[in-house]
């Protein structure tokens, strides 16, 4: 078969322009799928990065918690002796600031401290004497630092003696310090329970 040359240099032109347009086509389906890739390969490092972020200032945080942690107590010393003293010292790490404080007579809450407490019911001359120092809120205890709530006077008789003691152990009594660190965490310590207890 015959085929004039005009029509041949035509035949092999369209083919050559219908061979460069899937070529073309091809590159830019090429293009567009590496293009779609990187965006999704970014994307997901961003989010992993987020991630890792997040982990990493979530530890700081904790970090930052565990290194203030106010631990308040009460201590008794000399019992029963002329050297009586009760203080509520703070053993932890960090300062505690008093949020509340209370005393509860059989069930009942009353907004006072220990000191008040003692001098509804102590009547003076009665040879009980001792020296207090009221704690409120807005009270600041720095870290191993304390109050002395109860300082007996070695002047005090016997009978003061146990009488104070009577006033302050028993049953029916119970002295609650709420306080907080400085990030806002919140404790409760009771004197009949001296482990603080983390409130919610």
């Known amino acids: ?16 322009k219908m061979a ?5 086509r091809r590159k830019k389906s090429a293009f567009w799928e590496n293009q779609k890739l990187l965006s999704i390969t970014a994307v997901l ?8 972020f997040l982990y990493q200032t979530n530890l700081v945080r904790k970090q930052q918690y565990m290194s203030v942690l106010p631990y308040l107590e009460f201590q008794n010393h000399s019992i029963l002796s002329p050297n009586y003293k009760l203080v509520l ?5 960090g300062p505690a600031l008093i949020t509340s ?10 907004d006072l401290d220990i000191g008040m407490y003692l001098e509804k019911l102590v009547v003076p001359g ?14 600041l205890i720095s870290e191993k630092e304390g109050v002395d709530l109860v300082v007996l006077d070695p002047n005090t008789s016997r009978s003061g003696l146990e009488k104070l003691h009577g006033l302050i152990y028993n049953d029916s009594l119970e002295f609650v310090v709420e306080y907080e660190s400085v990030y806002g965490e919140r404790w409760q310590v009771s004197s009949k329970s001296p482990t603080p207890r983390r409130l919610d």
């Open 89 to 93: 010292k703070n053993k932890g790490i």
């Open 20 to 24: 460069k347009k899937k070529v073309r």
């Open 126 to 139: 009665d040879s009980t004497y001792f020296v207090i120092s009221n704690i409120r809120n807005g009270n």
């Open 45 to 52: 490092i961003s989010i992993g990065t987020l991630l890792v």
């Open 1 to 16: 078969m015959f085929v004039f040359p005009h029509i041949w240099k035509r035949s092999n032109k369209n083919l050559f």
């Open 101 to 110: 404080r209370n005393i509860v007579i059989k069930g009942k809450t009353y």
